[in-house]
């Protein structure tokens, strides 16, 4: 943690004064919804005084918002609007977009596409299935190597990412990832089961650009215990919908 000093030092640049934003933002984005400016000091490793001066700027733009009874911080509305924004102009999304109603119909299950925010899964677009039940969860952030979509991004991004990845990973966990990175970013799909009386199993398979680059993935939920056979349709169906969608972005 940074110290309060080199906190308030790097806040009287711009680039500084950006930095610190950035990391109020990234605080408010963790633990509760509204969070008390002295916690926000605490964790951020800067003086009281220049988190309120940015948090009130934040304010006013709407990148985060105050509760006027408890007078407590939480991100605010303009975060939504610019996500929105983002993603209105992310190509694949256009190219998937065709793809999604049919492909949900053809695996009889909900259907996601995920990318990667630095160590983390974040899902992008969504088109439930018969599967998906009374409770939604669309703004799903997951961490990264814990997921069939994370393992095939993950190891195919730079080592500085993947050395971030592997750090937020449960010990337990970590070694397993670092012996399975090249297999994992060699792999046209992976499966990560679910349980019977958990979330169900996803198979995901990597959308990969035609200069190599992985843009996201396409993944299925599969119900716990699904046959080997039945795995291997979903990720087939799921394969040539996203080669189709990639084509696309090479005629564009």
């Known amino acids: 943690m940074p110290s309060t000093e080199v906190g308030d030092r790097d806040s009287r640049g711009s680039l500084g004064t950006v930095r610190n934003a950035v990391t109020l933002l990234e605080l408010l984005g963790e633990g509760p919804a509204y969070q008390q400016l002295t916690d926000l000091a605490e964790r951020s490793g800067m003086s009281v005084p220049t988190v309120h001066r940015l948090l009130r700027s934040l304010v006013l733009a709407d990148l985060v918002e105050q509760d006027p009874r408890s007078s407590r911080y939480s991100l605010g509305p303009e975060l939504v609007r610019l996500s ?3 993603l209105a102009r992310l190509p694949i999304l256009s190219a998937l977009a065709p793809y999604l109603a049919q492909l949900r119909d053809l695996v009889r299950s909900t259907v996601v596409v995920q990318t990667l925010v630095r160590s983390a899964v974040v899902t992008i677009d969504r088109v439930d299935g018969p599967d998906a039940g009374l409770y939604r969860e669309p703004h799903t952030v997951r961490n990264a190597l814990s997921t069939a979509s994370g393992r095939l991004l993950g190891s195919r991004a730079g080592d500085d990412e993947w050395k971030a990845m592997l750090e937020l990973c449960p010990e337990g966990e970590r070694s397993e990832a670092e012996a399975s990175r090249n297999a994992w970013s060699s792999a046209p799909w992976l ?4 349980h019977p009386l958990g979330p169900p199993g996803h198979v995901a398979v990597p959308l990969v650009d035609g200069q190599g680059t992985a843009l996201a993935t396409l993944v299925a939920t599969v119900a716990p215990g699904a046959s080997a056979p039945e795995v291997e349709a979903v990720a087939g169906h799921l394969t040539r919908a996203g080669a189709a969608a990639v084509r696309t972005l090479g005629h564009a």
């Open 84 to 86: 929105h924004r983002y």
């Open 191 to 194: 499966l990560v089961e679910g």
